[in-house]
């Protein structure tokens, strides 16, 4: 009878520390579940933010490419920059590209 109560005791003993190491288990998978959390909340974040980014970054494209041809319309105005009739003809022209970007905005959405 005493070796049973022995035994007994001795499964009561293993069966609280099981228990014991099942729920600091259960603890760590909250931790590790809240921290995934987080860290897919982060990920979507970043994500929203490359998106962004990227579409900025074609405007930004768009706009330089803009300006390149801008570039090569003023320098074919500056071919005979001394002669008057050029230069009132090229303040005529940058006065009224000047007012369609005003009118028509910098970057039109892509």
């Known amino acids: 009878m005493a070796k049973l109560e022995k ?3 001795q499964a009561v003993r293993d069966l609280e520390k099981i228990n014991g190491d099942i729920h ?3 603890d760590e998978l909250k931790l590790l579940h809240g921290n995934y959390e987080a860290a897919m909340t982060d990920r979507q974040r970043i994500q929203a933010e490359a998106e ?3 579409r900025r970054l074609i405007a930004a494209d768009k706009l330089i490419t803009g300006l390149g041809s801008e570039k090569i319309r003023y320098g074919n105005f500056s071919m005979c920059a001394d002669c008057f009739f050029c230069r009132q003809k090229r303040v005529h022209y940058l006065c009224f590209r000047s007012a369609g970007l005003f009118f028509l905005g910098g970057i039109t959405p892509g």
Do not use: D, N, P
Request: neutral net charge.
């Open 7 to 9: 035994v007994y005791h």
């Open 24 to 26: 600091g288990l259960k």
């Open 52 to 54: 962004v980014m990227e």
